[in-house]
């Protein structure tokens, strides 16, 4: 019993921390916020994308299931949402930094 929770307890201390504060790509480089949020960009318009065409290809007749659709219609909504949401952010703590005195 104590061999399998040293075992767990190694991994856990020498495995790949799932949080960072250095994010990295799987080449091991150093990923900056810009990359991050061209990462985030390109995932929702993937989404919005993908929607459109489940919500063209149900309206043409085609044999989708309703619930897929909605389902890829709804995460295309919740992401773009949390982007401007976090892009209000972005530019209220920009706003901020520039009203600071020097």
Do not use: H
Not at 66 to 76: E, L, R, S, Y
Request: overall charge neutral; proline content about 4%; hydrophobic content about 40%.
């Amino acid at each position: 019993m104590s061999t399998s929770i040293n075992s767990i307890k190694t991994s856990l201390l020498n495995g790949p921390r799932p949080f960072s504060l250095e994010p990295q790509d799987g080449e091991g480089k150093v990923r900056g916020f810009q990359d991050m949020l061209k990462d985030a960009v390109s995932a929702v318009n993937e989404r919005m994308n993908k929607a459109e065409d489940m919500s063209t290809r149900l309206t043409l007749g085609e044999p989708l299931d309703i619930a897929d659709v909605m389902t890829a219609m709804t995460k295309a909504s919740i992401s773009f949402q949390l982007l401007t949401q976090v892009r209000n952010k972005a530019l209220s703590a920009y706003e901020e930094i520039m009203r600071m005195q020097v």
